[in-house]
């Protein structure tokens, strides 16, 4: 029994330990955005610099979210988050030298090149320590560290910014990475067979994704190109973009279109990340995790919690209509409850589709896709924001996942999941 509970808190001291990961890394890639007219004014930015900084920063994600998955599954998790945290950390620290839009784009591609890493490692290691029927909950919990950091950039940016200047916010939250980093390397460890005190690995709902240290490495072009593989990018090339938007441009919007100043953003900014996305992470993986205790298959839970989550989003296009900012602000609360709710599932398939060796590799081409969706994406909305409005990026968000949805219901069939059969009744 006391081993037992000794594995239940290192469990969970670890979904915690991702949490804070996943917390500052997007502290450190939305403090730009909050603080993005200073920094205008400091470089002589204009709109389509802004979204060719973003686009660089995005662009640099994709490429290396599919080398960090690749990364991770080669040395390990532990030392795999642990240098990609603090090459991210030093890159962030590195923007407060910036003189102008290169050298300051030549930041954002370093942070762009180091962040991705840390979601394959968290979704491996969330695979290695938790059971399937919790695996969604465990990627929700890691996840509400996103909401968290970027409801908590605007309020540290906003402070650093009105009283040492910009620079000084990217010298702080680059910091944070580096007292994690020590704290990841006294915890972490790999789970052992012993762990789990006599329950046999099986491929059932209650078991871990037991590590497979003798088995082959995994064959990239085998995940990419299997249907599974193309099955967890296509989904986030479509939807990230929708996140992406709110992070880097929701700012932006509320300042040009709201009339926010900075003290404002600061104030206000956070709330669709706090009253949307930390809750919808957690309803994602509860939802996904009740359907599987009420008999549900792995692969029906993840699509209907999945579905669930994109029946939100069309929210999105009530924002630019609404006659206050407040309403705006409550219609992008909705829609960051639901992509949290999609995406705590969505990014669950990994684990759920492939085995152990595999499941980092998958994760990283899953973000790649995301992120070269979101660079697109990106790139052009500088220019339809300076043509034309706000109003058509907002319809898109609205109906990108819904469409995302419908082809994950025609191309992912229950029969590619590596766990398909519920758990079996418990006794009387």
């Not at 469990?11 to 502290?27: D, E, K, P, Q, S």
């Not at 993840?302 to 579905?307: D, E, F, G, L, Y």
Request: aromatic letters at 12%.
């Amino acid at each position: 029994m006391n081993g037992r509970y000794k594995f239940a808190t290192l469990r969970w001291a670890i979904a915690l330990l991702l949490l804070g990961v996943t917390l500052i890394n997007y502290i450190d890639r939305t403090t730009m955005s909050v603080l993005i007219r200073e920094i205008r004014q400091a470089l002589n930015l204009t709109d389509n610099d802004y979204s060719q900084i973003v686009s660089l920063f995005l662009v640099a994600y994709a490429i290396m979210y599919a080398c960090s998955g690749c990364v991770i599954d080669k040395v390990g998790t532990k030392l795999g988050m642990a240098i990609f945290v603090c090459l991210w950390s030093i890159s962030q620290m590195l923007h407060a030298l910036a003189a102008g839009k290169w050298s300051f784009g030549a930041c954002r591609i370093g942070l762009g090149l180091a962040e991705p890493g840390s979601f394959p490692a968290a979704v491996k290691a969330i695979g290695e320590w938790f059971p399937a029927k919790q695996r969604a909950l465990g990627v929700g919990i890691f996840n509400v560290g996103s909401s968290l950091g970027a409801a908590a950039a605007p309020p540290i940016a906003a402070y650093f910014g009105l009283h040492y200047g910009w620079r000084s916010a990217f010298v702080f939250t680059g910091a944070l990475g580096i007292v994690w980093t020590a704290a990841w390397l006294l915890i972490y460890r790999s789970p052992q067979p012993s762990d789990h005190l006599g329950e046999p690995p099986t491929l059932g709902l209650n078991a871990p994704m037991m590590v497979e240290p003798a088995a082959p490495k995994a064959d990239w072009r085998a995940v990419l190109f299997s249907r599974p593989g193309l099955m967890v990018v296509l989904p986030r090339f479509l939807t990230d973009a929708v996140i992406y938007f709110v992070i880097f441009w929701l700012p932006d919007y509320l300042e040009k279109e709201r009339g926010f100043d900075l003290k404002m953003i600061g104030e206000y900014s956070w709330i669709p990340f706090v009253f949307g996305g930390a809750p919808g992470y957690l309803v994602g993986g509860l939802i996904s995790d009740w359907m599987m205790s009420a008999g549900w298959s792995v692969g029906k839970s993840r699509k209907m919690a999945m579905t669930i989550g994109a029946a939100f989003l069309p929210a999105a296009i009530l924002a630019p209509f609404v006659p206050s900012a407040g309403l705006a602000i409550a219609a992008m609360s909705v829609v960051v409850f639901g992509h949290a709710i999609w995406i705590a599932n969505l990014m669950a398939l990994p684990a759920d589709l492939f085995p152990s060796r595999a499941v980092a590799t998958a994760a990283g081409f899953s973000g790649m896709g995301g992120a070269i969706g979101g660079a697109l994406a990106n790139f052009y909305t500088g220019s339809i924001i300076t043509h034309f409005s706000y109003m058509p990026i907002f319809i898109c968000a609205g109906l990108l996942h819904p469409a995302a949805v419908i082809l994950i219901w025609l191309l992912l069939p229950e029969r590619y999941f590596r766990s398909t059969e519920p758990p079996p009744p418990a006794a009387p």
